[in-house]
């Protein structure tokens, strides 16, 4: 275990919050809040910490795959524990583990949330909550890296701890170009989602907080209604589309900057990311028409609720819970499936989803051909026998995961629609479930053991369990492999 160099690229992700700090204290000065002083006082800690720790590189500076895991859940952890000092220092949050709860569904892009008054925060704050969507959507390392340097075998072992999916697909060479070029698209896109949200009649700032959340697919707003509270169809038209774009596997707009498009029309994963998306849409349309003055309505909220459930964005311009069970079911069943590997969507992804449906398809017809062979492919290409191993390995660590959260909750003794919704919702990374967690609902009910344990299933849904879970096992600290 090379302690140092963990130690040292940690000092150095702490260094960067701190400059990113300085973002909401400046948005807070310019609409006049006192409170942007306690964003400056994380801000020099951090400074000092990376003053301390971060300046000089150890001797040894190589790392495996188990420090690459343990740098990347420290990181997230310790990024949500002085990320969240500004709201409980300023009283925004008053009660600190709601504030590290808040903080750590903005970085995990989950989107829930324990205010009952979002509202009445501070604009600086509202910044900072909506901005860590943001960092968070690419990951808290890969962005860590496209502001600093770390050597390429380094680099390659965080990119693979971070980046979710069953697949690491490396899209050039040197993980570090890959990083930047990465952040360049992720960066370009909410560009152009500012500018039409602009367009269609939002000001600067709620532009701003509206594009880092479907950007990083995360949906906190600056408003109780969400979404729904603008009620225009522009808006709704524009965050369905950037929802459904930021859910795509972001290797597939690098062909597309490369100008190679057969890899682009022959992904499976797009294919049924994209049917799914219009056959839920459609379903739902269908079974909540008579709630709506016309088909065109209920279709333009179905296509909307549809892409921010699968995405995990958590953004809402209706109440779910009013609708039939029916749509609701789908909507539950869309927060498994998630949007696509190595997006900044959470969930199981899509790809996990077909090969899962590839394997039964496969054992079936061994069954009745038992002499037959099968072979698994995506996209054309055999599937190794150790990703199908990582898939059923990552789907019993999945299963327990939701079982083991769900009955630590239940000691609350909400409903099952609210139980069982809540953990899913924070497991995926998705924000609203059904019952008291709907879009008008929150956590604040919940006891500080269930907030606990949503956290925990924050992160780990954010980086697929393994990482998070490494910092829990006694091998990871004393043992090389």
């Known amino acids: 275990m090379n302690t140092k160099m963990i130690r040292y690229i940690l000092a150095k992700m702490l260094g960067v919050e701190a400059v990113l700090l300085l973002l909401p204290a400046l948005v807070s000065f310019i ?5 942007g002083v306690f964003f400056l006082i994380p801000a020099g800690i951090l400074g000092v910490v990376y003053l301390l720790l971060g300046m000089k590189k150890p001797e040894n500076r190589t790392i495996y795959g188990k420090e690459g895991m343990i740098v990347v859940s420290s990181a997230w952890i310790l990024w949500s524990l002085f990320g969240a000092l500004p709201f409980s220092l300023s009283g925004s949050i008053p009660n600190y583990l709601d504030a590290f709860f808040e903080t750590v569904s903005g970085f995990t892009t989950t989107g829930s949330s324990v205010l009952q008054d979002v509202e009445a925060l501070p604009q600086g704050m509202l910044f900072w909550r909506s901005f860590t969507h943001w960092v968070g959507g690419m990951g808290v390392l890969v962005f860590v890296m496209v502001l600093t340097t770390l050597d390429k075998k380094n680099s390659m072992y965080l990119m693979r701890a971070e980046v979710p999916g069953p697949e690491k697909d490396k899209l050039v060479p040197k993980t570090m170009s890959t990083a930047r070029i990465l952040y360049g698209i992720y960066f370009g896109m909410t560009a152009v989602e500012v500018v039409l949200l602009l367009l269609g009649g939002m000001n600067l700032f709620d532009s701003l907080i509206f594009s880092f959340g479907t950007a990083g697919t995360g949906g906190f707003a600056n408003y109780a209604a969400s979404v729904g509270y603008f009620d ?9 589309v950037f929802m459904i774009l930021f859910g795509v596997n972001f290797n597939l707009y690098f062909f597309l900057l490369m100008r190679e498009f057969k890899p682009v029309w022959k992904n499976e ?5 994209i049917g799914i998306i219009l056959t839920s849409a459609l379903m739902i349309t269908i079974n909540i028409s008579h709630l709506y ?4 309505k209920a279709f333009r909220y179905a296509v909307f ?9 958590g953004y809402a311009t209706a109440d779910f819970v009013e609708w039939p069970m029916f749509s609701q079911n789908i909507l539950l069943f869309l927060m498994m499936v998630g949007a696509c590997a190595s997006s900044t969507g959470g969930g199981m992804k899509v790809a996990r989803f077909l090969m899962m449906l590839k394997c039964i398809k496969r054992e079936i017809v061994q069954m009745v051909h038992p002499k037959a062979v099968r072979i698994i492919r995506m996209n054309g290409k055999k599937m190794d ?6 898939l059923n390995i990552y789907l019993m660590a999945y299963v327990l995961t939701l079982v083991g959260s769900v009955i630590l909750v239940s000691i609350d003794n909400m409903d099952f629609g609210t139980t069982f919704s809540s953990v899913m919702a924070t497991l995926n990374n998705i924000g609203p479930g059904i019952g008291m967690v709907g879009p008008n609902g929150n956590f604040a009910d919940f006891s500080a053991l269930s907030k606990l344990v949503f956290c925990c299933d924050m992160l780990a ?14 091998s990871a600290w004393n043992r090389k492999f």
């Open 461 to 474: 849904g954010r980086l697929e369990i393994f990482p998070f879970l490494m910092l829990f096992t006694a």
């Open 385 to 390: 026998q150790d990703v199908l191993r990582v």
């Open 305 to 313: 609720q549809v892409a921010s459930v699968i995405t995990t964005t």
């Open 293 to 296: 003055t016309g088909p065109l």
């Open 232 to 240: 225009s169809v522009y808006i709704d038209a524009v965050i369905t």
């Open 31 to 35: 609409y006049r809040e006192f409170s």
């Open 269 to 273: 994963e797009l294919k049924a990311y």
